[in-house]
């Protein structure tokens, strides 16, 4: 129900002055798990190639980034050379592990199966874990990879093949970083956060740009582009999801208005081109609040709904409130 005179499509969910519940800590770790394994690596990572030594996390410690639909299949990245035996470049690795049985299966790979020679991320998989998409460093994992940086790949775990998801209209490897992958239930669309230019032709934002993959087609389009007008000057996305179809994306966008900088949520539907400024809805006694940032935590399967949380600027106690958006009523 609508809050102190709040717009009927905006609910805020909960509000907490820095005493956030071990519940709602819980589902904010698990919301945020696909972009979060990128957080523990080194500010070089943008840098040079890192040598596998010093790309490693310790030995023993594992991030899982999403089950499949079924819950038999777990993503995981993890830096032990124990899990399987072809295991062998000391580096961080992506596994997918079938829980009914313990098997892990090795998926920052080669077409033929060989390790990468640099660390690899784990993003997301399919709904029935047939494909895997991931974040890598390796310089081996398909032909003249020659950026030294991360690019996005997709591994097809059936026909045993490693894509280039991050790669110019020619199939060539693109001239910047690119992370953070997601994929469709289905396995057909691979989202991902770039600072390359040569990824799409059309408008693009200054700073990170948000890609769209189609893997049957192998086309990648800019789904950062066609945004309201109303946002000021963009300077890139910071963060984006995308619902579990592929047709539709919520992205949190860097923008400045005069001397002003700000997190702006616009939800983007990728069929019809409609875009949707996400604007924010406090309760009235927060009226007037700086909003420091905000992040998109969920997204429902058709993308109507849209779940964020804001950063209260409260003084030293800080704050944050979760809230709900109904897109179609927006």
């Given at each position: 129900?609508?809050?102190n005179?709040a717009?009927p ?8 002055h ?5 519940k709602?800590g ?8 696909p ?15 890192v040598?596998?030594p ?21 993503l995981?990245?993890s ?6 035996t ?22 920052s790979v080669?077409?033929?199966g ?9 993003g997301?998989m399919?709904?029935?874990a ?5 974040q890598?460093?390796?310089t081996?994992?398909?032909?003249n990879?020659?950026?030294?940086t ?17 790669a110019t209209?020619n ?9 953070g992958?997601?994929?469709s ?5 691979v ?5 390359a230019r040569?990824?799409?032709?059309g408008?693009?934002l200054?700073?990170?740009?948000l890609y769209r ?28 999801l995308?619902?579990?179809?592929g ?8 923008t400045?208005q005069?001397?002003?900088?700000r997190d ?5 539907d ?31 399967g058709k ?11 409260l ?8 809230s709900?958006?109904?897109v179609?009523?927006?």
């Amino acid at each position: 129900m609508p809050r102190n005179g709040a717009a009927p499509n905006a609910v805020v969910l909960g509000l907490d002055h820095m005493k956030i519940s071990t519940k709602l800590g819980l589902i904010l770790v698990v919301s945020l798990a696909p972009w979060a394994p990128a957080q523990p690596l080194d500010p070089r990572s943008q840098g040079a190639p890192v040598p596998a030594p010093e790309a490693a996390l310790p030995p023993e410690l594992h991030y899982v980034s999403t089950f499949s639909a079924d819950g038999r299949w777990a993503l995981l990245t993890s830096a032990t050379g124990r899990l399987v035996t072809d295991d062998l470049n000391g580096a961080l690795d992506v596994f997918l592990l079938e829980l009914t049985t313990g098997d892990f299966t090795l998926a920052s790979v080669r077409d033929a199966g060989s390790s990468g020679n640099g660390a690899s991320i784990a993003g997301a998989m399919s709904a029935d874990a047939s494909w895997v998409v991931f974040q890598s460093r390796a310089t081996n994992l398909v032909f003249n990879d020659t950026n030294g940086t991360w690019d996005v790949f997709a591994r097809d775990l059936k026909a045993g093949a490693t894509l280039l998801v991050s790669a110019t209209a020619n199939g060539a490897v693109s001239q910047w970083l690119s992370t953070g992958p997601l994929i469709s239930a289905d396995g057909r669309y691979v989202l991902f956060r770039s600072w390359a230019r040569d990824l799409a032709s059309g408008p693009l934002l200054p700073r990170e740009n948000l890609y769209r993959h189609d893997l049957v087609e192998r086309r990648t389009e800019c789904v950062s582009s066609g945004l309201p007008g109303s946002l000021g000057t963009v300077l890139g996305v910071s963060h984006g999801l995308m619902t579990s179809d592929g047709q539709a994306v919520a992205l949190v966008l860097s923008t400045v208005q005069g001397t002003v900088y700000r997190d702006e949520l616009v939800w983007r539907d990728l069929t019809t081109g409609r875009a949707a400024r996400l604007a924010e809805q406090l309760p009235a006694n927060l009226t007037g609040v700086p909003v420091n940032g905000r992040s998109v935590l969920a997204v429902c399967g058709k993308g109507r709904s849209v779940v964020f949380r804001s950063e209260l600027g409260l003084g030293s106690a800080g704050g944050y409130a979760l809230s709900w958006y109904g897109v179609e009523q927006a």
